[in-house]
């Protein structure tokens, strides 16, 4: 998958951009805060439909205006397409997704026309925070190869506040559970398991996948990444069956806390080294080298499952990393197009044949001149496909 041409329209810090980037590497240095990130972000607005740092779609409208905009041109194995995201603030705030001009209805609509995996600081927060974190990495890649999972995660959501809405409004009129409960309990489990078995297969991909590249990065052997999936119901049998035994027997337990204490919005990911909890014995290195590994995991499923590879958005990672680890990182990335944020233009010397940008701030908007234009891309030759 080549991102042909990235257009921004009062994009955060942005009045106008059009860019037509390399088709191999892409490297943007400059000062912090020059809207290096603001790139990346508009990317994964056109792969998800959302912001991979903020909540609120309004923060992400340059600052006066009335509406923001960011459009990808991109060419995948078999099709070439268009993809536009309008954002407006205020309090009617709007977003429209638009696919070849075409406005969609539903954001599952554009769940793998442009499939991305981004690498950023934040990404630590998938060893040393909670199960949220990363039960959001698992939601975010699943649901770009998989637009069943991505429908199967929606209706679980709404029977989910549906039947916590029930809870909470017996507890706080002090009445019997309203009947209703079992309707949104089936429909739950319905869903439940396509989540549970995709997340599962998930998980095994992970863990075979991202111990090589944890060895292949860190370039020490003797240390092994193992990755397990922690659902939150267990047990041999139709995990459907079971997560429903499980949310009838809870009623009451849950009706005292007001929520639902079982199912996929309970699962985890373990995350370990050398059979040791990363996230109580792993040094600040491990943890970035393994949250790395993690994403070039998921990199590697989507490319199996799609026979496509996604765009890679590699956001202020050289940095962090010894040459050592540059140098095997940028051996596993020469088959994506990628997009790299760095504040020194020397963290990528020892690699020829990138795009060069300088990114810089002036009078407030970023600028982005090139620096250096870069070699032919030794990527395969993705052909413009036929209409005939």
């Given at each position: 998958?080549?991102?042909?041409?990235?257009?921004?329209?009062?994009?955060?810090?942005?009045?106008?951009?059009?860019?037509?980037?390399?088709?191999g590497?892409?490297?943007?240095?400059?000062?912090?805060?020059?809207?290096?990130?603001?790139?990346?972000?508009?990317?994964?607005?056109?792969?998800?439909?959302?912001s991979?740092?903020?909540?609120?779609?309004?923060?992400?409208?340059?600052?006066?205006?009335?509406?923001?905009?960011?459009?990808?041109?991109?060419?995948?194995?078999?099709?070439?397409?268009?993809?536009?995201?309008?954002?407006?603030?205020?309090e009617?705030?709007?977003?429209?997704?638009?696919?070849?001009?075409?406005?969609?209805?539903?954001l599952?609509?554009?769940?793998?026309?442009?499939?991305?995996?981004?690498?950023?600081?934040?990404?630590?927060?998938?060893?040393?925070?909670?199960?949220?974190?990363?039960r959001?990495?698992?939601?975010?890649?699943?649901?770009?190869?998989?637009?069943?999972y991505?429908?199967?995660?929606?209706?679980?959501?709404?029977?989910?506040?549906?039947?916590?809405a029930?809870?909470?409004?017996?507890?706080?009129?002090?009445?019997?559970?309203?009947?209703?409960?079992?309707?949104?309990?089936?429909?739950?489990?319905?869903?439940?398991?396509?989540?549970?078995?995709?997340?599962?297969?998930?998980?095994?991909?992970?863990?075979?996948?991202?111990?090589?590249?944890?060895?292949?990065?860190?370039?020490?052997?003797?240390?092994?990444?193992?990755?397990?999936?922690?659902?939150?119901?267990?047990?041999?049998?139709?995990?459907?069956?079971?997560?429903?035994?499980?949310?009838?027997?809870?009623?009451?337990d849950?009706?005292?806390?007001?929520?639902?204490?079982?199912?996929?919005?309970?699962?985890?990911?373990?995350?370990?080294?050398?059979?040791?909890?990363?996230?109580?014995?792993?040094?600040?290195?491990?943890?970035?080298?393994?949250?790395?590994?993690?994403?070039?995991?998921?990199?590697?499923?989507?490319?199996?499952?799609?026979?496509?590879?996604?765009?890679?958005?590699?956001?202020?990672?050289?940095?962090?990393?010894?040459?050592?680890?540059?140098?095997?990182?940028?051996?596993?990335?020469?088959?994506?197009?990628?997009?790299?944020?760095?504040?020194?233009?020397?963290?990528?010397?020892?690699?020829?044949?990138?795009?060069?940008?300088?990114?810089f701030s002036?009078?407030?908007?970023?600028?982005?001149?090139?620096?250096?234009?870069?070699?032919?891309?030794?990527?395969?030759?993705?052909?413009?496909?036929?209409?005939?």
């Open positions: 998958m080549i991102i042909k041409e990235l257009e921004l329209h009062h994009f955060r810090n942005y009045d106008d951009l059009r860019l037509t980037p390399h088709e590497i892409n490297l943007f240095f400059g000062q912090n805060g020059s809207g290096k990130t603001n790139l990346l972000e508009a990317i994964h607005y056109c792969s998800l439909g959302k991979h740092r903020i909540n609120q779609d309004l923060n992400a409208v340059q600052m006066g205006q009335e509406g923001a905009s960011c459009r990808l041109s991109v060419l995948g194995k078999y099709a070439r397409n268009d993809v536009e995201v309008r954002l407006r603030p205020g009617d705030s709007v977003k429209t997704v638009l696919i070849d001009s075409r406005k969609v209805s539903r599952s609509e554009m769940m793998g026309v442009v499939r991305c995996v981004i690498f950023s600081p934040e990404d630590l927060n998938l060893i040393r925070e909670g199960p949220a974190a990363r959001r990495f698992l939601d975010m890649m699943i649901s770009q190869i998989s637009r069943s991505f429908i199967a995660l929606q209706q679980y959501r709404i029977a989910l506040n549906q039947r916590n029930i809870l909470r409004q017996a507890r706080m009129e002090n009445l019997p559970i309203n009947p209703m409960i079992a309707d949104f309990e089936a429909s739950m489990c319905e869903q439940a398991k396509i989540i549970y078995q995709e997340r599962q297969k998930a998980a095994d991909f992970l863990s075979e996948a991202g111990r090589e590249i944890y060895r292949s990065i860190s370039g020490l052997p003797d240390e092994t990444l193992t990755i397990t999936y922690a659902p939150s119901v267990h047990g041999e049998g139709d995990p459907a069956e079971l997560l429903l035994h499980l949310l009838q027997q809870s009623r009451e849950d009706l005292r806390q007001g929520t639902t204490s079982a199912g996929p919005q309970r699962d985890d990911l373990g995350l370990y080294l050398n059979r040791k909890s990363m996230k109580l014995y792993a040094s600040q290195g491990q943890m970035r080298t393994a949250a790395l590994s993690l994403k070039l995991a998921q990199r590697k499923l989507i490319f199996r499952m799609t026979e496509d590879q996604p765009v890679l958005l590699l956001d202020d990672v050289m940095s962090e990393l010894d040459l050592r680890r540059r140098m095997n990182l940028l051996q596993l990335i020469d088959q994506s197009q990628t997009f790299i944020t760095c504040a020194d233009e020397g963290d990528l010397d020892m690699k020829q044949g990138n795009r060069t940008y300088h990114v002036e009078n407030g908007a970023a600028r982005i001149e090139k620096v250096k234009e870069g070699a032919e891309t030794e990527l395969p030759v993705l052909k413009e496909p036929s209409f005939d």
